[in-house]
């Protein structure tokens, strides 16, 4: 059971907008922490795509973005292209009485169809 | 261009001690400014934060791992290590190590490529 909830699968066609939901609590997202998002494709390292909320390494295109309020975030991935299949995570920090750890979503396949 | 690379045993056995060693290259630990992080993921699961070093040798551990890990750093190898003592079948996953450049509320920027261990008699 993943601390951050996320949908565990999206799909979408071609040229489409799809967003993936990212939902936490009061001790990770709502506490103000920032949420970051990586992409994994099959059989290789998670690649961070978007930081601190909204910003995106260079490199990344600007078809994604990333948005937070409460305690909640989203990615957006504006026309889908074929080469975006693949699991998307979401990651933040929390902070509770028995420690303060990095967690992640468990994570959402998106079809590209 | 940082790159970081795990190596260590693919297989084993239950009771005994996971080892693994991320060397990086293109780049100093000893640098400083950065926290070197162990993170795994079970098969076709979600990803589990294990723990961080500095290169001071400072750690900070997972809590519900905690009692289990010991993390290690050797800056004139410019390597960091992982042990993970007592290892059951849920330990098996891929372990990556990455690059964590703030600690606390921070991201990954870089991963090695992960390697999977198998715990199994």
């Known amino acids: 059971q993943s601390v951050l909830t996320q949908p565990p699968s999206v799909s979408g066609a071609p040229g489409q907008r799809v967003t993936i939901s990212c939902t936490g609590s009061?001790?990770?997202?709502?506490?103000?922490?920032?949420v970051h998002w990586y992409q994994q494709l099959p059989g290789t390292a998670p690649k961070l795509l978007i930081y601190a909320n909204n910003n995106r390494p260079s490199g990344v295109p600007d078809r994604f973005s990333g948005s937070k309020s409460g305690i909640s975030a989203s990615l957006a991935i504006t026309g889908l292209q074929a080469e975006d299949e693949a699991d998307y995570y979401c990651q933040s920090y929390d902070s509770s009485p028995i420690g303060s750890t990095w967690v992640f979503g468990g994570g959402t396949m998106l079809t590209v169809l | 261009q940082v790159q970081l690379q795990e190596s260590g045993p693919g297989l084993v056995k239950p009771s005994q001690t996971l080892s693994l060693t991320c060397t990086v290259s293109?780049?100093?630990?000893?640098?400083?400014?950065?926290?070197w992080s162990w993170i795994r993921q079970h098969p076709g699961k979600g990803l589990e934060w294990i723990g961080y070093i500095y290169y001071s040798g400072g750690t900070y551990y997972n809590p519900s791992l905690k009692s289990r890990i010991t993390m290690s750093v050797d800056t004139s190898k410019n390597q960091f290590s992982l042990k993970l003592s007592s290892v059951t079948a849920a330990d098996t996953a891929v372990y990556y190590c990455?690059?964590?450049?703030?600690?606390?509320?921070?991201?990954?920027?870089?991963w090695g490529q992960g390697t999977l261990v198998t715990v199994s008699s």
């Open positions: 293109g780049g100093s630990i000893s640098s400083g400014g950065y926290y």
């Open positions: 990455a690059r964590d450049p703030y600690g606390g509320n921070s991201y990954f920027d870089y």
């Open positions: 009061s001790s990770n997202i709502g506490a103000g922490y920032n």
